[in-house]
């Protein structure tokens, strides 16, 4: 079953526009979420993260808000950049259950108009 | 340190054939996960490591796919009698337990293709 989910297959914004992706999640046990972005043909590449016990992480353009009675964690990108066009993914894990593995949605994929 | 490197690349290979990959993690990290990824979908769990011992391998990882971190360093991941449905881009990621850092980075992939 799909513990993570991104309902938004895609996303296209104009270029200095706020990106806003979404992330619902349904196992109470997740205590940690991650944010990362993947370019065609490479890994994904860690973005941010934000633990239970916050609701807000920022780390320059890139903010992840959490809002733990909804089950649901939100991106934002601002401003967006044409270097920001890629696949985005949100994953989760249940740290106090010493449990590390990561759960994934299917991806959002974000198209940055010039 | 360059990252995670994983190799190789792309592999194509016919039905029934063994194939391994191998995935190179940061040098400080203990722990080493290998994940699955097929077309549309996230990257699903298959296994980890803590430095040398395998402590959990998922439910799709079926008897014909094996695993191994020999002295806690690099991983292999084999698979034996491929089938089409093991084609997948394999992902292999490392971490550091320790200091509140959880983050895992992902090396660029091994694409498997079953023909």
Redesign the interface.
């Known amino acids: 079953d799909q513990q ?1 989910k ?1 309902n938004s297959p895609s996303l296209s914004v104009q270029e200095g526009r706020i990106s806003i992706l979404n992330c619902d999640y349904t196992n109470s046990m997740f205590d ?1 979420f ?1 944010w ?1 972005k993947k370019y065609p ?6 973005l941010i ?1 934000i633990s239970s016990i916050k609701d807000k992480n920022e780390d320059g353009r890139f903010t992840v808000f959490l809002n733990k009675s909804a089950k649901h964690l939100s991106l934002h990108i601002v401003p967006s950049q044409p270097g920001d066009s890629a696949v985005y ?1 949100c ?1 989760a ?1 249940a ?1 106090g259950q010493n449990d ?8 959002t994929t974000v198209t940055v108009r010039a | 340190d360059t990252g ?1 490197s ?1 190799d190789p690349r792309h592999k194509i290979t016919k039905r029934g054939q063994n194939v391994t990959f191998r995935c190179d993690p940061i040098s400080e990290h203990n ?1 080493l ?1 290998w ?1 699955r990824q097929t077309l ?6 298959l296994t ?1 490591f803590q430095n040398e011992a395998q402590l ?1 391998k998922s439910r799709l990882l079926s008897d014909r796919f094996s695993a191994e971190r020999p002295k806690g360093s690099f991983s292999t991941l084999e698979i034996q009698r491929t089938e089409q449905g093991d084609s997948a881009m394999y ?1 292999c ?1 490392s ?1 550091f ?1 320790a200091g509140g850092t ?8 091994t694409r498997l293709t079953v023909t």
Do not use: C, D, M, N
């Not at chain 2, 959880?102 to 992939?109: A, K, N, S």
């Open positions: 993570v991104q940690y991650l990362y043909a490479e890994g994904p590449t860690f993260s993914f994953a894990s740290r590390y593995k990561l759960s994934f949605g299917a991806g | 995670v994983q722990r996960y994940y549309g979908q996230g990257p699903e769990f980890y959990e992902l990621a971490s337990i959880y983050e895992q980075y992902f090396g660029p992939g």
